[in-house]
């Protein structure tokens, strides 16, 4: 799994302890996939909308397309790309 250029995180186990280190850190996370998805084959493009509200107060909204290349039943490969600048939380309304 790859964030847009960064190098890739490998292992069920890496992913794993990644996502849950940011959820928790989170209050609540509300995502939503925007139809269609596209599909060629093996090849997956999903774009996702995520919505955050961090236990700080604040929430950060991103956009962004995964890249996912599939074998059979399981993501063997996943690139998302995203506008960096949205990763920067923005306090509450």
Same mark, same amino acid.
């Given at each position: 799994?790859? &964030?847009?250029?960064?190098?890739?995180?490998?292992?069920? *186990?890496? $992913?794993?302890?990644? &996502?849950?280190?940011? $959820?928790?850190?989170? *209050?609540?996370? $509300?995502? /939503?996939?925007?139809?269609?998805? $596209?599909?060629?084959? *093996?090849?997956?493009?999903?774009?996702?909308?995520?919505?955050?509200?961090?236990?700080?107060?604040?929430?950060?909204?991103?956009?962004?397309?995964?890249?996912?290349?599939?074998?059979?039943? %399981?993501? /063997? &490969? &996943?690139?998302?790309?995203?506008?960096?600048?949205?990763?920067?939380?923005? %306090?509450?309304?």
């Amino acid at each position: 799994m790859q &964030e847009n250029n960064s190098p890739p995180r490998v292992g069920r *186990d890496a $992913l794993i302890k990644h &996502e849950r280190e940011v $959820l928790s850190r989170a *209050d609540s996370l $509300l995502s /939503t996939c925007v139809r269609p998805v $596209l599909v060629n084959g *093996d090849t997956v493009v999903v774009r996702w909308i995520f919505q955050f509200e961090w236990k700080d107060g604040s929430m950060t909204r991103m956009e962004e397309l995964a890249y996912q290349r599939w074998e059979g039943e %399981r993501i /063997t &490969e &996943e690139q998302f790309f995203y506008d960096p600048e949205q990763r920067i939380p923005r %306090r509450r309304g």
